[in-house]
Each structure stands twice: as structure tokens, then as C-alpha cells.
């Protein structure tokens, strides 16, 4: 298997694309009316631009080390060659359940547009969870997306991108439209009150907004399918997520600018509500939107199918997972026991019904913030430790940026901590981080026996002095 390669095709569009359309998901659709409620209009914004400079200061961080080491599993070699394999695998698996919990999200997600556009279609009640009706219908449409999108994946990452590419331009054209709208019929008297809950509510918001940000590192997975100049992959990797930070305080703004905060209350789709008000109550309108947002699921559900199946299959090559998980398509060249295993874990969603939307998003933060720690923590370690290691995109100011970054995704960690206001809810979220804790000591300590100690580090270093050479 080792003569497998992933096929190396895609250009600026398409690695634009791909990232963008990652972190646009169905969030800014479903959930911009619990921003503004827990933290007023400008409380939310204020969340996102702390939250967004995170992101950007981890992102440069990447940038740095995507480009320097353009591999599949992009952290995984980031944390090896920094602290070796154990820290890798911690941070590669911690990478993975946020990517996974992206795409069960989506799938809990898909059903509720369904409820905008097809009032009264949830029907077949089979039980109640957390409070929710779960109904036949309603799991129905997520698991049947589910497999439509595994099944894109599957077939190929050139039919992957053109599909993301075409529905990026479908979410960015609903997006202008209600912008633009709002900021012709709203006004600043919907916006009141400015702040709510004070700085708890502030805290609730900035704890999601690792989950709304995410897929700027989809990026490094999808390294080795880049055919690009190594100083491009880092320049759009960052330029995607200042975009990202931008989208998210525009919406932000447009909803509250047009919708009052009864209305926001009271609506079930605030986005999509607030799109048909700013053009005079038209239903068509908000129905458009709806439609940005169904492209915002599938962008981000077939992006974090690339990012996640990408990390498992390194993973797998690396010998700390089962070794199939690391094989290749023999005609589509995709990793394709690792997409029917996320698919596997993602398509049972929709089964736990709406309340597992937040769930997934908590829990999922969680692990993307230790993951992003890690690789700022790699960031400074290499540049003590690798100091002449060729880096086509390169950060000035030495390892402060990267000591920024540390600090910060602490302060957002501990704000998922018992005791916090915005702490993880027991039981439902800490169980998803326990389990998939639990499951990744026995895959690796069951591969790493299997495979050995020697021959993982061996083919780290291989793939990694390779990459060197080429540079």
C-alpha cells in the first residue's frame, strides 16, 4: 500500500472553498438567536471577535506549519515531531471527535430545515428525549443526508470539490442578500438590549465559537491533495478565517438590526425570519436563505468528512489505528474505510433529536481547543527545536503569537470546566468526551501492540524528512 497516493488537485478556488465552506455551516442559520439572546446583539458580536481572534492567532500557527510540513493528518506530524507520538496521537484524536462531532451535527441539523420549509412534516413519534419529541420523519431525512453525503465523499475528492464550490456560491449569495436587506430596513432600536446576562452571557457564546470556526484546518488534512505552492496553502488558510470572522459578525449584526428581541424569541429560524422581514415579510426570501443554509450543511459536512477521514487515514499509516482505516480507493483514491466509519459513528445522530445539536457543539468545542493548543504548543516547541526547518510561510515576531495562542485556548478551555457558567452539561456532553477518550486508549494501545512502537516512529520520520527534501 505504501506506492497509494492521494490524488494532488486542488487550486486556490477549491482549498478556498473547502475551508470557508467548513466553517460556514448551519450554525449562523439555527443558532444566531440564542447568540443574541444569551449575549444582546452587541454582547454576541463582541463573543465572535474574541472567539474570531483565537482562531486567527491559532490559525497563523497553522499557516506556519502547513506550510512548512504539508502532510495528511496535518497535526498528528505537527505534535510528532514537537513531542513526540504519544502528544500526536492525543492531538490527532482530539482533532478527529471535533471533526466527527461536526458531522453529526450536520445530521441532527439537516432535519430541523426541513421544519422551516415543511411545516408539520415531523410525524412517527418513537420517543422523547432531553425534553424533544423524536419522530420517524425527522430521523429519517438526517440519516438518508447522512449517506448522501458519505457517499459523495467516497466517490472522490474532485467530485467533492466542484459540489462544495457550487454551494459556497449558494451560501455567500444568501448571505449578501440579507446584509444587505437588514441594513436597509433595520434599525439600531431592534438591537436593545446591547448586553444581556452581562459576562456570563458573553462567556455562554465565546464557548461555541470554537465549533462555528472550525474548518480553516481542514486545510493541513487535505495537505497532500493541494497542488499549490507550499506559502499559498498558509496565506489561504488565514485569509479563510478572517473571512469566517467577518461572515459571523455580519450576521450577527443583520438579524439583530431587523429582527426585535421578542421576535428573535419567538422564531425558530431566526436567520431565515429575519431575511423575509428585511424584504418586507417575503416568505420566498426567507426561503432563499433557507437554501444558503442548506448549502451551509453540506459544505460543512462534506468538508469535515475530507478533514476527518484524512486524519484517520494518517493515523492508520502511522500505526495508531487499526491499519485497514489507512487504506486507499483502488479507483477513487479516498480513504474510504475511514469516511464509512465516520459515517458509522455520524449517521446515529440524528437518533438522539435536536438537543443533541448543542451537545455535539460543546463537546466538540472542547476537543477542537485542546487540539488547537497542542499545535501552538508544536508552533513554539519547533521553533526552539527545528530552527532551520524550511518555512515558506513564515510568522515575525518569533514564538509570541504562538504563546498568545496557548493562552488563550486555556482561558476557553477552562470556561467548559464544572463550576463555570458555561460549563459542559452532565450528562449528556461529558459523556460524549468520555467515551471517545476511552475508545481512542484501546484503538491505540490495540494498534501500537500490533504495529509497534519502532515502526510508527519510523514512518513519522520517513514522511516527514521526505517532505523536508522536497522543500
Do not use: C
Request: charged share 10%.
Amino acid at each position: 500500500m505504501e506506492d497509494q497516493k492521494l490524488l494532488k488537485i486542488l487550486g486556490n478556488r477549491d482549498v478556498l472553498a473547502l475551508a470557508f465552506g467548513a466553517m460556514i455551516g448551519w450554525g449562523w442559520v439555527v443558532t444566531a438567536g440564542l447568540w443574541i439572546t444569551e449575549a444582546g446583539s452587541l454582547g454576541a458580536i463582541l463573543a465572535f471577535l474574541v472567539g474570531g481572534l483565537l482562531v486567527v492567532l491559532v490559525g497563523l500557527t497553522y499557516a506556519e506549519l502547513a506550510a512548512a510540513l504539508p502532510l495528511a493528518g496535518g497535526e498528528m506530524f505537527y505534535s510528532y515531531s514537537a513531542m513526540g507520538r504519544v502528544a500526536s496521537f492525543v492531538t490527532t484524536w482530539a482533532i478527529v471527535l471535533g471533526y466527527v462531532s461536526v458531522v453529526a451535527f450536520e445530521a441532527v441539523a439537516l432535519p430541523t430545515v426541513f421544519e422551516y420549509l415543511i411545516p408539520n412534516y415531523s410525524v412517527g413519534y418513537m420517543y422523547t428525549i432531553a425534553g424533544w419529541d423524536v419522530t420517524a420523519t425527522w430521523v429519517g431525512v438526517g440519516v438518508i443526508g447522512s449517506i448522501l453525503i458519505a457517499w459523495i465523499n467516497y466517490r472522490g475528492i474532485k467530485l467533492t470539490t466542484v459540489i462544495t464550490f457550487i454551494l459556497t456560491l449558494l451560501i455567500v449569495i444568501a448571505g449578501v442578500l440579507l446584509i444587505t436587506g437588514s441594513s436597509v430596513s433595520g434599525n439600531f432600536e431592534n438591537m436593545q438590549p446591547l448586553f444581556e446576562k452581562g459576562v456570563a452571557g458573553i462567556l455562554i457564546v465565546i464557548i461555541m465559537t470554537p465549533f462555528m470556526f472550525v474548518g480553516f484546518d481542514v486545510i493541513p488534512q487535505a495537505a497532500e491533495e493541494i497542488n499549490l505552492p507550499r506559502k499559498r496553502i498558509g496565506q489561504l488558510l488565514i485569509f479563510s478565517v478572517f473571512l469566517a470572522v467577518a461572515w459571523y459578525v455580519s450576521i450577527i449584526f443583520g438579524v439583530s438590526r431587523v429582527l426585535s428581541p421578542s421576535e428573535i424569541a419567538n422564531s425558530n429560524l431566526v436567520t431565515a425570519d429575519a431575511m423575509a422581514k428585511a424584504f418586507g415579510g417575503s416568505q420566498m426570501m426567507g426561503n432563499i436563505l433557507v437554501l444558503g443554509g442548506i448549502g451551509g450543511i453540506l459544505t460543512s459536512w462534506i468538508g469535515f468528512y475530507v478533514g476527518g477521514s484524512r486524519a484517520i487515514y494518517a493515523m492508520a499509516k502511522a500505526g495508531m489505528l487499526p491499519k485497514s482505516l489507512g487504506e486507499l480507493h483502488p479507483k477513487y483514491k479516498t480513504p474510504h474505510k475511514a469516511i464509512l466509519l465516520i459515517a458509522i459513528l455520524s449517521t446515529a445522530a440524528p437518533l438522539f433529536g435536536r438537543p443533541a445539536l448543542v451537545w455535539l457543539v460543546d463537546a466538540g468545542g472542547l476537543a477542537l481547543v485542546v487540539a488547537w493548543f497542542m499545535v501552538a504548543l508544536s508552533f513554539v516547541i519547533l521553533r526552539k527545536k527545528r530552527p532551520d526547518m524550511a518555512r515558506p510561510f513564515r510568522l515575525s515576531g518569533g514564538t509570541s503569537i504562538g504563546w498568545i495562542a496557548m493562552l488563550m485556548s486555556i482561558g476557553v478551555a477552562i470556561l467548559y470546566m464544572p463550576g463555570m457558567p458555561s460549563a459542559l452539561v452532565w450528562p449528556y456532553e461529558w459523556i460524549i468526551i468520555f467515551i471517545w477518550t476511552i475508545l481512542g486508549v484501546i484503538l491505540y494501545k490495540k494498534s501500537m501492540s500490533q504495529y509497534g512502537t519502532l515502526n510508527s516512529n519510523a514512518h513519522m520520520d520517513k514522511e516527514i524528512d521526505r517532505i523536508l527534501k522536497e522543500e
